[in-house]
């Protein structure tokens, strides 16, 4: 069964570059079945796309975070990765990545999530 | 972008009720809709995809409806494990967006 595990630092300084590494395990990150994403939650609030890879590198972002974020994927790792640069408090969130079923245009397996703070 | 509307926001309930949330969304989006419950400190659990379509290991009494622009998700008799935050989310086209979320609670 596919599994999820985000990591990153918890604390990030503003105007820094927020870094987050999602592991793939139990299946590969490369499948024409499916696609990846990043959503985040700020505290008490809902949920929010931040963007979505395919294993091809294609991506697609929200246009409210498109100027500062940037996503991969190793698929030797079985990893993907999000980059969120110039950070504020504004970025202080939970952050899930999330796997993106093609037949069902929905994220089907989600990681466990990881909080990320913006302070100094 | 296309934005999706949950009502009611909050709604209280008992168990064994028949509970009814609705998703509008500002323009059409045929059936590209998901539904997903989220308990507190947990990452969301998606329920139903392609507006009725079930997911695989969740109990019959949730069920989906509609197309076009406005969706909604049923309980057909509310369980004590159901009480929890509900949102939709649309993926007709880019960005991906959710609603703002129903927030279940025990009457």
């Known amino acids: 069964q596919l599994q999820l595990q985000e990591s990153g630092p918890g604390l990030v300084k503003p105007s820094e570059t927020l870094s987050l590494t999602c592991t793939v395990s139990?299946?590969?990150?490369?499948?024409?079945?499916?696609?990846w994403g990043w959503i985040r939650q700020p505290p008490g609030k809902g949920l929010e796309w931040i963007g979505s890879?395919?294993?091809?590198?294609?991506?697609y972002y929200n246009p409210s975070l498109k100027s500062r974020v940037t996503t991969s994927v190793d698929t030797s790792r079985n990893q993907f990765s999000l980059r969120l640069s110039s950070v504020s408090a504004a970025d202080t969130a939970v952050y899930y990545c999330?796997?993106?079923?093609?037949?069902?245009?929905?994220?089907?397996?989600w990681g466990q999530g990881t909080m990320v703070t913006v302070s100094s | 972008d296309i934005q999706l509307t949950q009502s009611p926001s909050f709604l209280s309930a008992s168990v064994g009720d028949r509970v009814t949330i609705t998703c509008r969304a500002s323009?059409?989006?045929?059936?590209?809709l998901a539904w997903y419950q989220q308990k507190p400190g947990k990452a969301p659990k998606l329920l139903i995809y392609?507006?009725?379509t079930l997911q695989g290991g969740v109990p019959s009494r949730f069920s989906g409806s509609g197309s076009g622009t406005e969706f909604t998700l049923t309980i057909s008799s509310l369980q004590p494990e159901d009480f929890a935050t509900y949102y939709c989310?649309?993926?007709?086209?880019?960005?991906?967006?959710f609603g703002q979320g129903t927030r279940l609670e025990l009457k």
């Open positions: 999330a796997r993106c079923l093609v037949k069902a245009d929905a994220f089907d397996v």
């Open positions: 890879i395919f294993h091809s590198g294609s991506t």
């Open positions: 139990g299946g590969s990150s490369s499948s024409s079945s499916y696609y």
């Open positions: 989310q649309q993926l007709y086209t880019y960005p991906i967006t």
């Open positions: 392609a507006a009725s």
């Open positions: 323009q059409g989006i045929s059936s590209y």
